[in-house]
C-alpha cells in the first residue's frame, strides 16, 4: 500500500494501533492564527484531542482521507487527527457486475458501523458513493470542494486513439457503471461495454495487459488526478456525450447525528459551493430513488451572486428575501419562436433584465460570451414584459444589480482591490468582495464592518473589502459559530438530470436553472428536476432497469471482461415509450452536428393530458446542444 502511493505522499497508516506521530502542523494560516487576536488558536477546545477518521482501505480512499486530515490540521491545532481504515462489501464482491446487487450501502455500511460504535468519529467517503439517505444517527458533516468531476477517457498503452469517436466498431469499452455503459451506447452504438472491477490500480493493469480485451477505460477523472494518474486521461468525456455521477469528484464526510464536536471539526471543512450543487444532485437521486448503480447522470454550474445582506449581515427579512426570488430571469417559451440549442453554460450567462435605475441611467446588461454559429439565447426567449419594470425595482428591495463575477475571485480584473494582504493563505485566492459589482462594475458600502476602499471603477461608489478573519476559506470557525461562516450566498444554480436505458435506445434529460438563497433551495430544485424526469419517460426506463436487474442479479460467475447485456434475457421489448425519449440514431446525428430539431422544450413535447411544465420566476430550462 504505501509503496504504490503518488510520489511524495506521506505515509499512510493502514490501521489505528500504527499511527504515526504527526509532525507540528506548519500550515502558515495556523501560525498567522495564533498571532492574530480573535482567531483560533491552539486554545481552541478541542486542542489536545483526538479525532479518528474512518475510510475503506483502497489507495483512493486512503489520499482523499489523507487530504481530510491535512485540512483539518491546519484548522485545528493541536488536534490528532488518525486514520482507520476498513473493507467494505463493496472491495470484497470482485464477481458480480457492481449494478445487479442490491442495496445502496454497498461502501459505507462496515464503516457507519464503526461510527456509531464510537470506534472513529467520521468517515471519509467519495461523496458519489454515499447513498442519498443516511442510517439512523448519521448526517454529512461536510462536502469539500469539488475535483474535476468529469469522467476520463484511458486509453490502452500503445494504442493510437485519442477520443471515443476515433476508435473502430467493435472496440471494448471497460466500465462497470451503468450510467456510463447507457450514455455511451446512446452516442456510440458501435462499441462494445465491458465489466471491470478492483481499484483504479487493477483496472489500469487488466487494460494495459496485451492480452486483455480492453481498448479502453472510462473512469472519474478526479480519481487518477487524486491519485497522480492525470497522465493517463487520455481525454474527457462529458456532456452532452456522458453526464457525470451524482456527488463525482466530491470528498463527503459523515458523522454522528448531532455531534456537536464533529459538527464543529468536520463542518470546517465544508465547500459551499460544492455542497449546494451535491445537495440539488442528490436530492435528484433521492426522488428518482435511485443509488449509485442507475443510470443517471447530470451536471451542475453554480454562479455567485452577491446581493446587499450577503456577507456579514444579518439574514434578509422576509419581505425582502421574498421580492429577491422575484428578481431573477423571467422567461417563458415562445411557441412560434425558433428552437435553438443552448449550452448549460449559456444558461447561466443569460442576460440579466436592466433594473430600471440601470435603465434610467443608460448602463447595458452584461453580455454573455457568444459562440460563433450560436445565435444568443434570448433569440428564443421572451421576458414577461409588463410586469418587469415593478419586479426589477432593485431599489424598493435595497438589491443591487447582479453580474457574474471572476468565480474565484468576484473582482473584475484590473479592480484597485486587487492587493496580496487580501489573498487568503489557505487557496490563494482573493478573498470575496462583497456586494458585487452590477452590470456597470459599480458597487457601493455594505454595513457590518470590514474595510471600506474607494473605488475608482466608475468613480462612484466604494467597494467592501473583507479583512482577513473572514476569509471564507480561514482555518477552523471558531467555536462561537460552529458549523456555520455567518456567510449569506445566493446563487444561480443549473441542475441537468438524465436517465438512460441500458440499451441507450431511451432517454431523458432535463435541465432547470433557478436562483437558490440556501441549501434547501437547491434542494428543491434537485426535487423538481427529478420529478420531471419522472414525467418525462424516467420512470419507465428505470422501472425497466430493475427488472432487468432483478433476473440478471444474484449469479456470482466471474463478470471481468464480460460483455454487459443490453436487455435482461426475455425482455426484448424496449421501455413503454417515453414522451421525450429520443432514439439512438437521432440523437447521435444531432451529437454529430445534426441538432436540427433536438432542442425541443419539455413543455412543448409533452401531450396536452400530460402535466404542463409552468416556469417560476428566475427559472430557465433549455435543452443543451447535440441533444
Ligand atoms: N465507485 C467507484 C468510485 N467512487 C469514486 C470514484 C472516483 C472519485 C470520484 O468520483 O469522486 C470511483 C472510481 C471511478 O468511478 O472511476
Redo the contacts with the bound molecule.
Keep these: 500500500m504505501i509503496s504504490s502511493l503518488p510520489p511524495n505522499h506521506p505515509p499512510i497508516p493502514s490501521t489505528s494501533t500504527n499511527f504515526p506521530t504527526r509532525p507540528p502542523p506548519s500550515c502558515p494560516m495556523s501560525q498567522l492564527a495564533a498571532t492574530r487576536p480573535g482567531s483560533p488558536t491552539a486554545t481552541h477546545p478541542y486542542a489536545g484531542q483526538t479525532f479518528t477518521l474512518g475510510t475503506r482501505n483502497s489507495k483512493?480512499a486512503m489520499v482523499q482521507t489523507e487530504i481530510v486530515r491535512r485540512e483539518l490540521e491546519q484548522r485545528w491545532p493541536g488536534c490528532e487527527i488518525r486514520i482507520f481504515g476498513m473493507t467494505t462489501l463493496g472491495d470484497n464482491v470482485q464477481t458480480q457486475p457492481l449494478y445487479t446487487f442490491g442495496g445502496k450501502a454497498l461502501w459505507t455500511k462496515e464503516l457507519e458501523v464503526a461510527l456509531l460504535c464510537g470506534q472513529v468519529d467520521a468517515i471519509v467517503h467519495?461523496l458519489?458513493?454515499v447513498p442519498t439517505e443516511f442510517p439512523p444517527g448519521c448526517e454529512l458533516g461536510a462536502v469539500l470542494e469539488r475535483e474535476d468531476p468529469s469522467d476520463a477517457l484511458v486509453v490502452k498503452e500503445g494504442l493510437p486513439y485519442t477520443s471515443l469517436d476515433e476508435m473502430p466498431e467493435g472496440s471494448v469499452i471497460g466500465t462497470s457503471s451503468v450510467r456510463r455503459v447507457a450514455q455511451l451506447r446512446r452516442k456510440y452504438p458501435g462499441l462494445k461495454f465491458a465489466d471491470v472491477r478492483g481499484n483504479l490500480g487493477t483496472r489500469l493493469k487488466k487494460l494495459d495487459d496485451p492480452t486483455s480485451s480492453y481498448t479502453a477505460l472510462i473512469?472519474?477523472s478526479?480519481?487518477l488526478l487524486r491519485l497522480n494518474l492525470g497522465h493517463r486521461i487520455t481525454s474527457s468525456v462529458s456532456s452532452p456525450a456522458l453526464y457525470h455521477a451524482v456527488g463525482?469528484?466530491?470528498i463527503g464526510v459523515e458523522i454522528r447525528e448531532g455531534d456537536q464536536r464533529a459538527r464543529d471539526v468536520i463542518g470546517s471543512l465544508e465547500c459551499w459551493k460544492t455542497s449546494w450543487r451535491t445537495r440539488a444532485e442528490r436530492m435528484m437521486l433521492r426522488v428518482l430513488e435511485g443509488g449509485?448503480s442507475v443510470p443517471v447522470g447530470c451536471e451542475t454550474k453554480l454562479t455567485e451572486v452577491f446581493v446587499k445582506g450577503g456577507e456579514g449581515d444579518a439574514p434578509l427579512s422576509p419581505r425582502a428575501q421574498k421580492k429577491l426570488d422575484l428578481h431573477g430571469v423571467r422567461v417563458e417559451r415562445d411557441p412560434n419562436a425558433p428552437r435553438v440549442p443552448v449550452s448549460p453554460e449559456q444558461v447561466n450567462d443569460l442576460p440579466l433584465p436592466l433594473s430600471p435605475r440601470s435603465a434610467a441611467l443608460g448602463l447595458a446588461p452584461s453580455s454573455p460570451p457568444q459562440q460563433p454559429g450560436v445565435v444568443p439565447p434570448t433569440a428564443h426567449l421572451t421576458a414577461n414584459g409588463a410586469s418587469v419594470p415593478k419586479q426589477y425595482s432593485a431599489e424598493s428591495i435595497g438589491l443591487l444589480d447582479i453580474a457574474e463575477p471572476d468565480d474565484t475571485t468576484g473582482i473584475p480584473a484590473g479592480h484597485p482591490a486587487v492587493n496580496p494582504s487580501h489573498v487568503c493563505p489557505i487557496t490563494g485566492r482573493m478573498l470575496p468582495v462583497a456586494p458585487l459589482v452590477s452590470p456597470s462594475r459599480r458597487a457601493v458600502a455594505l454595513p457590518g464592518g470590514g474595510e471600506h476602499v474607494s473605488s475608482s471603477l466608475n468613480g462612484s461608489g466604494t467597494i467592501h473589502i473583507p479583512p482577513l478573519h473572514e476569509c471564507a476559506h480561514r482555518p477552523g470557525r471558531t467555536p462561537s459559530c460552529p458549523g456555520s461562516d455567518n456567510l449569506t450566498h445566493h446563487a444561480t444554480l443549473s441542475l441537468t438530470g438524465t436517465i438512460t436505458s441500458l440499451s441507450g435506445t431511451h432517454a431523458v434529460l432535463y435541465t432547470l436553472s433557478r436562483r437558490c438563497h440556501s441549501p434547501e433551495d437547491c434542494e428543491q430544485l434537485g426535487a423538481d428536476v427529478a420529478r420531471e424526469l419522472i414525467e418525462g419517460g424516467g420512470k419507465e426506463i428505470l422501472t425497466e432497469l430493475g427488472r432487468h436487474v432483478k433476473e440478471v442479479g444474484g449469479g456470482d460467475e466471474q463478470h471481468d471482461g464480460k460483455e454487459i447485456p443490453v436487455e435482461a434475457p426475455g425482455a426484448s421489448s424496449p421501455p413503454a415509450v417515453c414522451p421525450v425519449g429520443i432514439p439512438a440514431a437521432s440523437a447521435a446525428a444531432a451529437a454529430n452536428g445534426h441538432a436540427g430539431g433536438v432542442a425541443k422544450s419539455p413543455v412543448a413535447s409533452k401531450s396536452p393530458q400530460s402535466h404542463r411544465t409552468v416556469f417560476r420566476e428566475g427559472e430557465v430550462c433549455l435543452r443543451p446542444v447535440g441533444w
Design positions: 483512493l467519495s458519489k458513493d473512469l472519474a478526479a480519481g463525482q469528484g466530491a449509485c
